[in-house]
């Protein structure tokens, strides 16, 4: 029984996709740096920071620096205190806010004894982004689809150098939900068949929110320019065919006024790769931050500890308004059959029964159910008729329809 359901499922992931060969890679002169990944804000929230150590490109991911003593130092008196949330994330204990004029410090002592400290840095100065805005665009590589942006403006002349993130939303609606499920209603030794029905499909399969977060380091300086003020800055593009604006997305930007030394590190770290993942990766060469191990001056620390103030916008996008006219995102969901062959109807029940308890396809029928009862046992990849396997039900508390 046990070969045979792997024989099945073997099948089952060989009418949804291709084998692809693993191909092995190997890091040579790895170094285990810590890694600081923070951003404190002017915003009156529980902040947080981020450790975790340096990973080889083979490896899996990033490996938590867990059990930590973090805390953030204000003008050389105040004192506030982080506390584990989850592996390697620290939250203050207490909400508090970057205020202007105010020296901050980072200062953390990992669970092995090691202390490290930052530079004192201070608040820049807040600047609110004007607008947010989407527009049809063609990228450099040809490509159609929606382009991002945003404006913003400081009459003082006093900002200067600014970094973005977003964080997008998207709903996902599968193109072959059915309102119905097949289940087993009887089974078991001895039978000469299994027993069918159907039962109503939830309601939360079929409408799902999706998140995607920014991955790449957008800065920029106007300190060369005649005035502090950013047009048409392009912060993000989405392709026509990308599942992101198949049906309504939403985009927040967050835009960060930094100091002229945090612009430099973020300069030179954007310049080995787009991804942020490089925070937890080893590169060529070292980035130099501000913090420095208390124990011994050549132990390497990778990160910044920052003090930015923030400013966000959030938008909606329907993408008929713009991008109607273009091909837009499609899943493969061809419907597929399993058929009997020359095995007795019990086995052939046994590979439908298996194919439910997959969960790697759902029911969906293109033709009414048949008057006589029977059930054409038809389905289509899980992902086609549920929409939880790309997100989840519940809509955002700030998603408007």
Not at 64 to 71: R, T
Not at 355 to 360: A, M
């Amino acid at each position: 029984m046990i070969n045979r359901r792997i024989l099945i499922l073997l099948g089952i992931c060989s009418m949804m996709s291709g084998c692809i060969d693993p191909f092995e890679i190997e890091t040579e002169n790895f170094e285990n740096i810590l890694v600081v990944n923070t951003t404190i804000t002017n915003e009156m929230k529980n902040q947080e920071v981020l450790l975790t150590r340096t990973f080889r490109f083979e490896d899996d991911g990033p490996i938590s620096e867990e059990g930590a003593i973090v805390k953030v130092i204000e003008d050389a008196s105040v004192e506030y205190l982080f506390e584990e949330s989850s592996p390697g994330t620290y939250r203050s204990v207490q909400e508090f806010a970057a205020s202007s004029g105010k020296e901050y410090q980072l200062s953390l002592q990992t669970a092995d004894g090691k202390s490290y400290v930052s530079d004192k840095v201070i608040l820049p100065q807040e600047t609110s982004i004007e607008r947010i805005y989407p527009q049809r665009i063609t990228n450099d590589n040809g490509g159609e689809g929606l382009g991002i942006f945003v404006d913003t403006f400081d009459p003082t002349g006093n900002s200067q150098y600014y970094r973005y993130e977003f964080k997008e939303t998207y709903r996902v609606v599968p193109p072959k939900w059915y309102p119905f499920d097949l289940i087993v209603t009887r089974d078991g030794p001895g039978l000469l068949f299994f027993d069918f029905d159907f039962v109503e499909r939830p309601e939360t399969q079929k409408i799902c929110y999706a998140n995607s977060i920014s991955n790449n380091i957008k800065i920029v300086n106007t300190a060369i320019l005649e005035e502090d003020r950013i047009m048409g800055l392009e912060v993000n593009f989405i392709p026509a065919e990308d599942i992101r604006i198949k049906d309504r997305y939403s985009v927040l930007v967050r835009q960060y006024v930094q100091s002229r030394e945090a612009n430099g590190f973020y300069q030179i770290l954007s310049s080995f790769s787009e991804s942020e993942s490089l925070f937890s990766q080893i590169q060529p060469g070292f980035v130099t931050g501000n913090i420095i191990s208390e124990n011994n001056q050549d132990d390497k620390v990778l990160g910044y500890f920052d003090v930015s103030s923030v400013s966000e916008q959030r938008i909606f996008v329907d993408r008929d308004d713009f991008l109607a006219d273009l091909p837009s995102f499609e899943l493969e969901c061809d419907i597929f059959r399993p058929e009997q062959g020359f095995g007795t109807l019990l086995e052939y029940h046994m590979l439908i029964r298996d194919f439910i308890d997959s969960n790697t396809v759902r029911y969906y029928s293109d033709v009414p159910l048949p008057p006589d009862g029977s059930i054409p046992f038809t389905f289509v990849r899980r992902v086609c008729g549920d929409c939880t396997t790309s997100g989840v039900s519940e809509a955002p508390d700030f998603w408007i329809d």
